[in-house]
């Protein structure tokens, strides 16, 4: 099958990212990449069962926010006084305190919205992505996979534009775009590692074709272990991605 049918097979709850839950590790990565500390307020859209708030609150010292559409999940978050949570869908979401926001959903339609209520938080608001920045926005600040972008904006002239910060390079060849896969399974890795290699092969691929079709590949040639990566995702796990090489 095509790339696009495979994503498209993935249940939904994992498209919009409502099921992926951070390793706590990731997470401290994340709080320290943000410097968060005690003065902050911080909030995870999408918190979950609210592991991320327990230790933004006792291991950062930060007031902490949890917002979810799932009752059950958040009926499951432990009580304490510098954690607060609420069972909402995150669009309705008001943040008018937030100094830290984490954000982690791939539903276009939600990004989109999201995006007009971040552009009107108070200057100073950072916004912590994973892998991709916000549409048309430059981040201030990257630690692979993950992003800072910081109120008010620094808008981005064009996709290539973004992906030079994100890369923090001019070109993207194979161990660029290997490297940077790595570590984004890392950061969201489960403990099946052979699922973790299947998204380490897939994003190099995907991130590989899309520096090429941007011109940002270092070479017109594709390079042989991309080109056996493919047929390994052909072969081996029936998903084709060739056709997205312009």
Known sequence: MKIEEYISSLPDSIISGQEVQLLDDSLREIFKFAGLGANDIFYHLGCGTGNSLQIAAKEFGARAVGIDNNREKISQIKKDPMITSFHQDITDADMPDATIILF???????????????????????IITIFDPLPGVIPNKVSFPYLLHQTPFIQAKNLKDQIKVVFDTECIDFTTAWEHAERYTKAVGSPDAGNDRFLTILQTIMIWINAKNLGLACTQEIPAPVKAYIEILDNFFNIEVRHLIK
Do not use: H, Q, T, V
């Open 104 to 126: 982690w959903f791939s539903d276009e339609a939600i990004i989109a919205k999201m995006l007009e209520k971040f552009s009107n938080l108070r200057p100073g608001c950072k």
